[in-house]
């Protein structure tokens, strides 16, 4: 073998022996993130310091280093860095394989790197969430009489269980978008000190559905303020309202317009809630279109 092959077997070698030492500590114990950093600065010193060696031994030998050999090396370090750099961010995609993971038994210290593990344990915490909101609400009972209804201001005894089932299903609601939200900033935190790039794309791809959140958390407290309101003024007056039938009569017709203005405001919020909560779910069916949003535990946020 000529000398001039054995400097472009070097330089090749060199480069994809660097690639998979890389790869190797990224599904390892190194995180994404610290490989993604060391990526670029590991080819190009090691590119460096290969041709050094090259020249200084060209020189020794009075032949001459082609200048096509040192453009192919960082070529070669580039392309390397950029492959490299994709496989190790595609291996975090949301896919089926992490979904297949996080439903499955593998320990947690099992899977590798660890923003893979971080991003696996942060569904696993989320579907255990919602399977254990959808138990509890199996046991729930329809709110009784319904809300809203004539038969629901009957008299101040009813009035107050009403209330007080409204406020039960509501709390019940927000806390288990509590639990959900807290699974989500424990996973950031982890998340942004094993790997801040992914991080931010997560985040950026998310920000539809983190608007959503924030819009229905603030929606459905607005709703509940509105209807203990509602509930609290009939309450306050249940004297001056009396059933007949299925219709609602007033003594005063300054109450009867505040009841009805105050219906009107709570229903409405109530409307709205369902309408940004319907375009959650279609917007998650859109995203995985096969995979049943019960299995993934992201209903909420």
Partial sequence: MSQRSRDWLIVIVTNLTAAVWLFWHATGEMSGETTLKSTPIVFV????????????????????????LVVTAMMLALLASGCLWAVLHRDLDFSHEILNEATSSIPISAIKPESRAILVQLLRTRLQNSREQVAAASRLKPITPALYSAESFENEEVIQSVKSQAEAAASFDISY???????????????SRADPAYLESFEAQRKEAN???????SQEKQWLEATTALYDFAAANHRLIRLEGNRLFFSDSRVKASFEDKKEHAVDLLNKL????????????KAMPDVPLSKLGLRRN
């Fill in 45 to 68: 010193v090691l590119n460096a310091v290969v041709l050094w060696s090259i020249r200084a031994k060209n020189r020794g030998l009075q032949l001459p280093t082609p200048t096509r």
């Fill in 177 to 191: 978008a509590d639990k959900q939200q807290a699974a989500m900033t424990e996973f950031r935190a982890r998340m």
């Fill in 211 to 217: 608007d959503e959140f924030a819009k229905a958390s």
């Fill in 274 to 285: 369902q309408a940004v909560q319907k375009q959650q779910a279609e917007r998650q069916e």
